[in-house]
């Protein structure tokens, strides 16, 4: 799926991603763009869609719950930020699981600790945002067997239950295309309470729409080349690095197989000293049982028979 608007256009090979403003970024668009999003040849199975020439894998939108649907194993979110266009935010389920005796209600709606809430979300590159995440928050667990619903990449438990139609929402998500159609799937949210962090997110969405994505991404040659170069010592780094790791389990594998043969004959050696030792007990038993019974008058023939 191309668009001819892409002609003229420069499509940096992978490696090159790591310089764009966009691939490693939360990037805060409307929907409508969203839909203009388009994947090319080449990129097949990476997850990767581009607007103009600039890599999109991560994207934040803002907008209103205009439906709420369940179907088998997701729920779909309908959001709509009045750019023209609507956007379908895919919510994954869990197995249903149940409630443990043990959880009371006080505990089940109490808030997760700052460690945790923290620790989920450290690799993002989002800017900071003055409201609430609520995707961290326990889900409630009034019920055996409850929808259980997950994020689509680290299955990190996400509450949705205060998710309905008619809330105003800031998601964050990967791109994703089911029958030529642009989805996102649902990594976190956190809810809009006031027009005035609406605005500022539209606000700095436009600014990162005229200062980068309106302009095609342009990289000099010597750029290119200098990324070429960065890939290929990496990967010339990690061809060594799983060169070394071999044979360091090489030389793990010779120490265990040495250690276990030496292990094997000391064992042995030590088998047959143990049976040595146990055939002179053996004799001088029989040699004490003859004693015993020429003592008492007895033929000693029999002892040891």
Known sequence: MENSNDAGLIFYPAYCFKASPTHFAWVKIALADVHRLQRRKGFEGQKIFFYK???ITFISVVGVIV?????????ILTIDDGSGATLDVIILQAEPREKNPSETTTTTHSQPSTSQSQSKWTWSTASKTEETDMSTEKPDTTFLNETIHVSATDRSIINIS??????????????????????????RYSIIHDTKTEMEFIDERLRFFVDVLSIPWILTEEEVDGLRMRALKDDIDVTEERKRAEKRAKR??????????????????EERKRAKVAGVCKEDGVK???????????SPDFVGK
């Open 162 to 187: 205060n998710l309905k139609p008619g809330t105003t929402i800031k998601v964050k998500g990967t791109v994703n295309s089911f029958r030529s159609t642009i989805q996102m799937n649902l990594e």
């Open 252 to 269: 793990k594998l010779e120490m265990e197989e040495r250690d276990q043969r030496y292990i094997q004959r000391k064992y042995e050696k």
């Open 288 to 298: 004490i049982m003859n004693d015993i019974q020429r003592r008492n008058g007895y």
């Open 67 to 75: 439906a709420r649907t369940e179907i088998t194993r997701r729920t």
């Open 53 to 55: 020439n600039h890599p």
